[in-house]
T-cell receptor, first 115, second 112 residues
Framework: NAGVMQNPRHLVRRRGQEARLRCSPM?????VYWYRQLPEEGLKFMVY????????ESGMPKERFSAEFPKEGPSILRIQQVVRGDSAAYFC?????????????FGPGTRLTVT | GENVEQHPSTLSVQEGDSAVIKCTYS??????FPWYKQELGKGPQLIID?????GEKKDQRIAVTLNKTAKHFSLHITETQPEDSAVYFC???????????FGKGTRLHILP
């Protein structure tokens, strides 16, 4: 039973480029969460999605950031016109369809470096 | 909103001794408290969790305690081993919206 998959594991972008981060949840999980982790800090919630719906995006910056979880395929976190401050590790987590009680399982993360 | 404080930020323990990490939370509606272990270059791994209807839970060398009145919860690791060295995060959730709020982490060093 494969865990949460994220790719790429490492991504380097120049300032102004776009970054696309992909997350495939565990089999049978339809709830996906994205978190950002800065060096030496905890994880900060960004967005919570179910299939084709954004449930809570209260932690996501209003500009340049967007997320989707289509009916088919992985969840995508998209950062447009990246800046140096976007450099961080981005983690995706998924939980079972029952949801609501927070059992979230994390992927290995995508480490984004903006040069 | 919820705020989770975690102490200490760094902890060094002799191999074989016990380690204790403490957390407090602010939202009295929180009812789910997971603990995650993160090794270098990896994602957080859920190691144990506790729900508000119990005060203590144990899984081999790991135990968590919860005091809802005082709004604090703790992780206890006994008979520590070198592979316990990692960063540990506590977290809290109300379960209403599935959002998990994390503490800032404790870097645990197991000394030989």
């Amino acid at each position: 039973n494969a865990g949460v998959m994220q790719n790429p594991r490492h991504l380097v972008r120049r300032r102004g480029q776009e970054a696309r981060l992909r997350c495939s949840p565990m089999k049978g999980h339809s709830h996906v969460y994205w978190y950002r982790q800065l060096p030496e800090e905890g994880l900060k919630f960004m967005v919570y999605l179910q299939k084709e719906n954004i449930i809570d995006e209260s932690g996501m910056p209003k500009e340049r950031f967007s997320a989707e979880f289509p009916k088919e395929g992985p969840s995508i976190l998209r950062i447009q016109q990246v800046v140096r401050g976007d450099s961080a590790a981005y983690f995706c987590a998924s939980s079972p369809t029952s949801g609501g009680w927070g059992e979230q399982y994390f992927g290995p993360g995508t480490r984004l470096t903006v040069t | 909103g919820e705020n989770v404080e975690q102490h200490p930020s760094t902890l060094s323990v002799q191999e074989g001794d016990s380690a204790v990490i403490k957390c407090t939370y602010s939202d009295s509606a929180s009812n789910y408290f997971p603990w995650y272990k993160q090794e270098l270059g990896k994602g957080p791994q859920l190691i144990i969790d506790i729900r508000s209807n119990v005060g203590e839970k144990k899984d081999q060398r790991i135990a968590v305690t919860l005091n809802k009145t005082a709004k604090h919860f703790s992780l206890h690791i006994t008979e520590t081993q070198p592979e316990d060295s990692a960063v540990y995060f506590c977290a809290a959730s109300t379960g209403r919206d599935d959002k998990i709020i994390f503490g800032k982490g404790t870097r645990l060093h197991i000394l030989p």
